[in-house]
């Protein structure tokens, strides 16, 4: 079982939609939970930290569930420029980060 | 936010040639820098865990004679792929962590023909 697993994708919606992706984790050791976003040939930069309380950042939601070992990320009316592959990423703690394989988002007008 | 910066960007070589790889840390000391490989369509998968002073820790499977990693100060890490082959061919990614974040550089894109 891989450490990081991510919904499959591609996702391909119009802009103004709302779309959600999910992530589990399977380290119950695991102690920090983000993010990121990877552009085509880019590095990944990060979009932000995930919480047991919820994290909102404008347009974009994220919420981490301990319990089920689950990440989940919203984002609401979809810009094109969210067009873009978001990573899910644990730190498990004195390690790496450890990342999902991504899910890519295409926003089309 | 810190950058970390990647020297060369882009390389292509014949197979056989080595090939370093040059990662700094422009605004902070990092005692610890990473190193990452992603092939196309797939994640970022740790290669190794580059220490300030001593030896590298490699992940399984990471060959440690051919990726040699030096991290001889706190601002600059190398990853040389010796002898590399077209199976080297890659996008590789250091990362080095600050104190509350991970900072990623640019990546360099690896071809061996």
């Known amino acids: 079982r891989k450490e990081v697993e991510q919904d499959p994708g591609p996702f391909n919606v119009p802009e103004g939609a709302t779309v959600a992706f999910n992530c589990t984790y399977s380290?119950?050791?695991?102690?920090?939970f983000f993010w990121y976003r990877q552009d085509c040939r880019k590095e990944p930069k990060l979009l932000m930290s995930?919480?047991?309380s919820g994290n909102e950042d404008g347009r974009f939601t994220a919420q981490l569930n301990r319990a089920s070992q689950y990440i989940s990320l919203l984002i609401r009316d979809s810009k094109l420029s969210d067009s873009a592959t978001y990573l899910c990423?644990?730190?498990?703690?004195?390690?790496?980060?450890?990342f999902g394989k991504g899910t890519t988002l295409s926003v089309s007008s | 936010g810190a950058v970390v910066s990647q020297h060369p960007s882009w390389v292509i070589c014949k197979s056989g040639t080595s090939v370093k790889i040059e990662c700094r840390s422009l605004?902070?000391?990092?005692?610890?820098m990473f190193w990452y490989r992603q092939f196309p369509k797939q994640s970022l998968m740790l290669m190794a865990t580059?220490?300030?002073?001593?030896?590298?820790?490699?992940e399984q499977g990471v060959e440690k004679d051919k990726f040699l990693i030096n991290h001889a100060s706190l601002t600059l890490s190398t990853l040389t792929v010796t002898s590399a082959h077209p199976e080297d061919s890659s996008f590789y990614i250091c990362?080095?962590?600050?104190?509350?974040?991970?900072?990623f550089g640019p990546g360099t894109r690896l071809t061996v023909l």
């Open positions: 605004d902070f000391q990092a005692t610890t």
């Open positions: 990423v644990v730190f498990i703690g004195g390690t790496a980060l450890i």
């Open positions: 380290n119950s050791a695991s102690q920090s």
């Open positions: 990362s080095a962590r600050g104190v509350n974040e991970q900072f």
């Open positions: 995930v919480y047991s």
């Open positions: 580059s220490n300030e002073g001593s030896k590298a820790t490699y």
